[in-house]
């Protein structure tokens, strides 16, 4: 996640389920922002739909009029923004820088867990989503999360919710092909997936969870068209194809 992202429409899609997720703060989420500096490109700029307030504010007026305001000017366009906001309803963050070496991501994933042993969700909000064949500690490491690293806090008996931007290929072959990789790092999860016009979320919940985080994924699945968020619950084992 970069600071310059925030506003966006997938920012409006990516708050408005996890509100519904933390069902009033119900459950508890903490928030791994995976925060990586500006790189000065422009792909942040998909603001256009908070001009459109007839056809996207009733969704989540409360959260639409926050982001208004956050895409207003430079300064109020930070993380630090949507947290002093109560975006999502008492959420904790881990708001630090991520580096790209080893050691720091190391030590950065340790302080994540330690902020989030009493939560319900993590939500991991990296800048592309999962690993690709890049290997972890290399220039750019930091804009994937690491199966290893989803094994790990799953194992801790978290649920996970997972930010992946869609790359130029097929997308239900993309979902199906992440959806296999999540399986063998967590074998024991339920997996419900929330695809938008540009990225897809990956729900993971241990089996540990409380039922009320399973129900608040399920109620995400029926809220709202295909053409904002559609939800698909995957079940505990592989899908047929």
């Not at 959420?91 to 630090?96: S, V």
């Not at 490491?141 to 997972?162: M, P, Q, R």
């Not at 967590?186 to 985080?213: C, K, M, N, Q």
Request: hydrophobic share 40%.
């Amino acid at each position: 996640m970069k600071d310059q992202y925030v506003g966006d429409i997938n920012d409006y899609r990516k708050y408005v389920l996890l509100r519904l997720l933390s069902a009033d703060s119900e459950n508890h989420i903490g928030v791994c922002w995976m925060l990586t500096p500006s790189d000065g490109r422009m792909d942040g700029s998909k603001l256009a739909y908070l001009q459109q307030h007839e056809r996207h504010r009733h969704i989540d007026p409360v959260l639409f009029d926050i982001l208004v305001h956050a895409a207003s000017s430079p300064d109020h366009r930070r993380l630090a923004t949507i947290e002093d906001s109560g975006t999502i309803p008492g959420a904790l963050y881990q708001n630090d820088l991520l580096p790209d070496d080893p050691a720091g991501r190391d030590a950065f994933m340790a302080r994540s867990a330690s902020a989030f042993r009493n939560v319900d969700l993590i939500f991991f909000d990296p800048d592309n989503g999962l690993e690709v064949a890049l290997p972890k500690g290399r220039r750019n490491s930091s804009k994937y999360l690491y199966l290893d690293e989803v094994a790990t806090f799953f194992d801790t008996g978290k649920s996970l919710l997972i930010y992946q931007h869609f790359p130029r290929i097929e997308r239900s072959a993309f979902i199906n092909s992440c959806v296999e990789r999540l399986r063998s790092a967590a074998p024991r999860a339920a997996i419900w997936t929330y695809t938008t016009a540009h990225v897809v979320f990956l729900l993971l919940i241990h089996p540990e969870s409380p039922a009320r985080l399973a129900f608040a994924a399920m109620l995400a699945c029926e809220r709202w068209g295909s053409e904002f968020i559609a939800g698909r619950f995957l079940g505990f084992e592989p899908p047929i194809l």
